[in-house]
């Protein structure tokens, strides 16, 4: 199974982007789903998670302009960004959790001009 993400792109401070991530076959089981980030120079980061139950959780800068949620059939995941800061910038990646097991998408980049 992979995931594949879309959506990155370039735009300006104060816009919005959503990303998409979806599975190349159904992952039943599926724990938790979530969104890390990469800026450049930095180290990956979580960003957004939902577990099966549909409980999220956001990291602190990211929170009230962020929203993740997700298809639990399609195994698709998805983040809704609004309000993005040139902070924001980097590779973002969607990782599905199942039991011990963590899938990861290629990454998709993100890019916030001031």
């Known amino acids: 199974v992979q995931l594949q993400a879309s959506g990155g792109g370039l735009v300006q401070a104060g816009g919005s982007l959503r990303l998409s991530c979806a599975a190349s076959?159904?992952?039943?089981?599926?724990?938790?789903m979530a969104w890390y980030r990469q800026a450049p120079g930095g180290q990956r980061e979580m960003v957004a998670r939902i577990t099966a139950g549909g409980d999220t959780y956001y990291t602190g800068s990211v929170q009230g302009r962020f929203t993740i949620s997700r298809e639990v059939a399609k195994t698709t995941v998805y983040l809704q960004m609004s309000n993005l800061k040139p902070e924001d910038t980097g590779i973002y990646y969607c990782?599905?959790?199942?039991?011990?097991?963590?899938?990861w998408g290629q990454g998709t980049q993100v890019t916030v001009s001031s």
């Open positions: 990782n599905v959790v199942r039991g011990t097991v963590h899938y």
């Open positions: 076959a159904r992952i039943g089981g599926v724990k938790v």
